[in-house]
């Protein structure tokens, strides 16, 4: 289950999830590494043929970056971190 809020900050509004680079990503042959390595349920396989798709954006763990280290073709990247906590703290009314 994921957080509800991040810093006071619902976590719906809070743009942070893997983003996929199809021209890298060939499924693992199969065997997607970095859906295995998430414990949240954010990755699905999907459609024929299969793809790759971020299905809960929101249950990825803010900051989190690990399931990058799972992906042998490095087709996973990340949102900017600080351009993400400027957005927070706006909405916090920092
Ligand atoms: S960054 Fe962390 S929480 Fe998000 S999908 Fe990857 S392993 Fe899961
Ligand atoms: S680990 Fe990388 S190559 Fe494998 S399914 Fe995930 S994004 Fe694609």
């Not at 199809?22 to 024929?48: I, M, R, S």
């Not at 990058?68 to 906590?85: G, I, Q, Y």
């Amino acid at each position: 289950m994921s957080e509800e809020t991040y810093m006071g900050v619902p976590r719906k509004k809070i743009p942070w999830s893997p983003i996929i680079d199809y021209e890298k990503c060939d499924l693992c042959d199969g065997d997607p590494q970095c859906l295995k390595f998430c414990p949240h349920q954010v990755y699905a396989v999907t459609g024929q043929p299969k793809k790759l798709e971020i299905e809960n954006p929101n249950n990825c763990v803010v900051f989190c970056r690990s399931c990058r280290k799972a992906c042998a073709p490095n087709a996973l990247s990340f949102p900017e971190k600080k351009e993400v906590l400027a957005l927070i703290k706006k909405l916090r009314g920092y």
